[in-house]
């Protein structure tokens, strides 16, 4: 076998071992000066977008001459094995408690949705570098991930795994940006790839035009101080710096990170979810109550993160983003209700499913409703859902009983088997029965708030909300025509103590380890599972003194 054959062959086999070690692409490129690579850098940090030297990222300046010849930092280097792996996971249930969805979530960047990549690739790496190793009789060479002066983005592109978008992201045109980078720097000559020089953005400006900061004010340029992962990941300290107080008010919910300009872009929905089980979403990460997240302590902040990425920006900061959080969310209903109030129309728009279903809007309907504002919804194809969004009722756990039976006794029955659902009740009911239905259901299940939708996917809507008993009264005599939705709002909760968790749990962990136990209690008692978790490790810390 000649050189050359002998090379494009182990190259084509580290592919297939990196592939099979779970990466989803892997690309090689020629270890060389980065020149037009460093002449942007050199720019960019010249202009102090990346915070300067007072920042919070001063080391990216460091190291230059390392961060743009791989030879320097590897001596002897002669090719770059770049890789992606993938970690989008599905977005969590939503949360059980309607009145801890109403009080927002603290958002978290996806990619800490689960275990620390750092971790997990460099783990893989160093098995890819063992089998090089091994089939070349005597490597030498380091893995990186995220962790040393390496640009890997670039060396992404060089390789020819994707282009850097506007956003200043890595973009796959199979798995979107949703992926981790990391490399193998090795003296071994390798085939390297095509560069990827097409650019597959295009004319679309959807990242520019949603991120809230102004972070990404040209294509392909980010101005570091203005984003919001800059400030809620790598700024120390308990309190935002003066030049960081106003701009926090656009921060929203998020308290770790940011995925909106990765979120709106069209390239994410061919991003496949990650089959490494231990970059799957974690409840007590994804789907945690801001509330919950403010009485995080320093012991329950290195337990829930000991494997977690979110432990880089220290429990000082983590709080200190959870403050802002949760005074950005108090700020945005009165802000909402303000401009209705000044006789301005305002429309709430979602690119993530029905507006309002699942989601914390739906107290901004009922605070607007108990204002006096009109509240619509744009006719679409389901009444059912349609109806939701606009009866101003919790909308994250809702069942839909469909036709209740037109005979009175059979339908007192069925509603009586219906009391204890502790959902939102969706029905749909013919305009000649809805006195009587209206009459039998303040009958069943007591003075529940309700609203009656008509003709919600037509041109002749009506919506008409309040006690059942007094919407029963309202409506006993009326004459309505087309189709009619009923909704009425879950049953009342009872205060669930943190001695009934605590009793639960003790049962629980006889049989089970903690997290499977937290989420066993969670789902009897109705209660969010961080809840009984950190309960649980409370109860753990307290065996142990």
């Known amino acids: 076998m000649t050189p050359a054959a002998a090379r494009a062959r182990l190259s084509r086999d580290l592919k297939a071992e990196a592939r099979r070690l779970g990466f989803a692409l892997v690309g090689i490129a020629r270890a060389e000066h980065m020149d037009p690579e460093a002449r942007r850098l050199e720019s960019w940090l010249s202009a102090g977008r990346h915070g300067g030297e007072t920042g919070a990222m001063p080391w990216m300046a460091g190291h230059f001459e390392k961060r ?7 001596p002897g280097a002669r090719s770059v094995v770049s890789v992606a792996h993938t970690y989008l996971a599905p977005r969590p249930a939503p949360l059980a408690d309607a009145e801890a969805l109403a009080a927002g979530v603290g958002k978290v960047s996806r990619y800490a949705w689960g275990d620390d990549y750092h971790d997990v690739l460099k783990a893989k790496l160093a098995e890819l570098f063992d089998w090089l190793d091994q089939r070349t009789g005597g490597a030498g060479g380091r893995a990186f991930v995220d962790s040393a002066p390496v640009m890997d983005k670039a060396w992404a592109q060089r390789a020819g795994i994707g282009w850097i978008g506007k956003n200043t992201n890595l973009l796959t045109r199979t798995h979107g940006s949703f992926v981790f980078l990391g490399e193998l720097i090795v003296d071994v000559d390798l085939d390297p790839d095509e560069p990827f020089t097409a650019d597959h953005c295009g004319s679309c400006t959807r990242c520019l035009d949603a991120c809230p900061t102004g972070a990404l004010d040209a294509p392909y340029q980010i101005d570091a101080t203005r984003c919001i992962s800059y400030w809620t990941i790598e ?21 770790f990170g940011c995925d909106i300009c990765q979120d709106v872009c069209p390239w994410t929905k061919f991003a496949q979810p990650a089959r490494d089980a231990r970059f799957q979403s974690r409840e007590e990460i994804a789907q945690r109550p801001l509330a919950e997240w403010a009485e995080l302590d320093l012991a329950a902040f290195r337990e829930t993160f000991r494997k977690s990425p979110i432990k880089r920006t220290k429990l000082e900061g983590l709080l200190r983003n959870v403050r802002n959080a949760r005074a950005n969310a108090a700020r945005e209903r009165p802000q909402v209700l303000a401009e209705l109030a000044a006789g301005r129309r305002v429309a709430v728009i979602s690119d993530a499913g029905t507006p309002l279903i699942s989601d914390p809007g739906w107290k901004l309907v009922r605070e607007a409703i108990d204002a006096g504002h009109h509240v619509e919804a744009l006719p679409g194809a389901s009444a059912t859902l349609t109806a939701l969004a606009v009866a101003g009722l919790p909308t994250d756990a809702f069942l839909f009983a469909g036709f209740l039976p037109p005979k009175g006794a059979a339908r007192r029955t069925r509603i009586a088997e219906l009391k204890p659902v502790p959902a939102t009740l969706v029905f749909f009911e013919s ?27 037509k041109l002749h809507e009506e919506v008409r909300r309040g006690p059942l008993d007094a919407l029963a009264e309202q409506l006993a005599e009326a004459t309505l025509k087309g189709e009619v939705v009923i909704v009425v709002g879950p049953p009342q ?6 001695a009934d968790i605590d009793a639960r749990l003790e049962i629980a962990l006889k049989t089970m380890r903690l997290r499977d136990a937290a989420k066993a209690v969670a789902e009897a008692l109705g209660v969010p599972k961080s809840r009984v978790y950190d309960l649980g490790l409370a109860r753990s810390r307290d065996k142990e003194g």
Request: proline share 10%; glycine share 12%; charged share 30%.
């Open 68 to 74: 743009v010849d791989p030879r320097v930092l590897v």
């Open 431 to 457: 305009p000649s029965r809805v006195g009587d239905t209206l009459a039998d259901l303040a009958g069943g299940l007591g003075d529940r708030p309700a609203a009656i939708a008509r003709e919600l996917t």
């Open 235 to 255: 700024q120390r300290g308990a309190e935002w710096p003066p030049e960081a107080e106003d701009l926090a008010r656009e921060f929203g919910p998020w308290v």
């Open 493 to 498: 909760k009872g205060e669930v103590t943190d």
